[in-house]
C-alpha cells in the first residue's frame, strides 16, 4: 500500500512541477523556476521507489496519465486554457487506456504465492 501513496505522491508533485513551469513562463518569477526543479526531481524519486511493489507499466502509465488528464483540468481553471471537445475525447481516451493497462496487468507468483521480478526468476532457474 505504501508503494501506492508513493505513485500518488509522485503524481501530485509532477503536477505542482508542470504547473509551476508554467506560472514561471507567464510571471518571470525564479520562484516558480525552483519549486518546477524541486517538485519535478522529487516526482522522480517516488516513482522509482514506487516501481519497487508497482509494475512499471502501470505506475508509467498512472503517473504520466493522470499527471497530464490533471495539468490539463488545472490549467483551464488556473490559467484560463480553453477545453475543446476533441481534448475531452483525448483525455477520456487516455483514462480509458489507463484503466486497461491496470487491468491487464498481473504480477507473477512464485511458489510462496509472493510476487517476484521476473529477472529473478531467471536467475533462480539457472542456478
Do not use: C, D
Not at 504520466?64 to 483540468?73: A, F, K, R, W
Amino acid at each position: 500500500m505504501i508503494y501506492w501513496l508513493l505513485l500518488l505522491m509522485a503524481i501530485i508533485t509532477e503536477v505542482i512541477g508542470t504547473l509551476s513551469m508554467k506560472y514561471a513562463s507567464e510571471t518571470g518569477s525564479i520562484y516558480g523556476h525552483i519549486i518546477m526543479y524541486m517538485m519535478i526531481t522529487i516526482s522522480y524519486l517516488l516513482l522509482s521507489l514506487s516501481i519497487k511493489r508497482v509494475a512499471l507499466g502501470v505506475a508509467y502509465a498512472l503517473w504520466e496519465g493522470v499527471g497530464v488528464l490533471l495539468i490539463t483540468t488545472f490549467s483551464v481553471l488556473l490559467f484560463g486554457e480553453e477545453i475543446s471537445v476533441v481534448k475531452v475525447v483525448g483525455l477520456a481516451v487516455l483514462l480509458l487506456g489507463i484503466v486497461l493497462i491496470k487491468s491487464g496487468t498481473q504480477k507473477p507468483k512464485n511458489p510462496t504465492g509472493k510476487s517476484q521480478p521476473k529477472i529473478m526468476e531467471k536467475h533462480h532457474a539457472t542456478a
